[in-house]
């Protein structure tokens, strides 16, 4: 399909969500026209019309904040986009890594299994947003700042504390010590700009084959 194809609405205007390819967090709602999906298509970053000033922007042109589109997806009815991408920094025009970040339900709507693995979600996307938004102090921060090999040091430390907590037979120690495993290994996995996703694809294929 090209652009010619999707359905624009009465002004010339499709919606476009955007979310992270990583985490898959959404980070916000914009709008496109023909000639702003052209040139996020050409350029590989994000294009979006304003409706309130009536002309083209380019997402972190001046903030710096720009976002790299790895796919771009139409619905089932070709008139609404969803745009993955790679941000650089913040989506909300507020300094947040994303514009959706309150809620209307409490966590006790969420489901059993939701509740079970809620926290590696939400671990998942804390890390995303200090990367984005690179807050003094944070230890998160701290490891994305220092680079690769500081996190891959981590991880191997971490791992050692897992064997030693394992041949101690002791529980709550093992317990710590896997808790801070997991979480290294996600931010390993963040600086590397592999989906977790990916990594549970390849547990499902495996275990299906």
Not at 157 to 179: C, F, M, P, Q, Y
Request: proline share 2%; net charge negative.
């Amino acid at each position: 399909m090209n652009v010619d194809e999707l359905t624009f609405d009465e002004a010339g205007l499709i919606p476009a969500v955007v979310q992270d390819a990583i985490s898959k967090e959404v980070l916000t709602l914009a709008y496109m026209n023909k000639e702003s999906l052209q040139k996020t298509i050409d350029t590989k970053e994000t294009w979006f019309y304003s409706r309130s000033r009536q002309e083209l922007w380019h997402k972190g042109e001046t903030s710096g904040n720009k976002q790299q589109v790895s796919d771009i997806r139409y619905d089932c009815d070709s008139d609404a986009l969803n745009v993955l991408v790679e941000p650089a920094g913040p989506a909300c025009h507020k300094g947040d890594y994303s514009c959706f970040s309150r809620s209307l339900l409490s966590e006790e709507k969420q489901s059993a299994d939701g509740r079970r693995f809620a926290i590696i979600n939400e671990l998942e996307q804390v890390i995303a947003t200090r990367e984005a938004e690179m807050p003094e102090g944070a230890y998160t921060t701290y490891l994305f700042t220092e680079g690769v090999d500081k996190i891959l040091k981590k991880v191997g430390e971490e791992a050692g504390e897992v064997i030693i907590a394992s041949k101690n037979r002791d529980h709550k120690e093992l317990s710590w010590e896997t808790a801070d495993l997991l979480y290294h290994l996600l931010v390993l996995l963040r600086e590397q700009k592999l989906p977790l996703d990916d990594v549970l694809q390849v547990l499902e294929e495996r275990h299906r084959s």
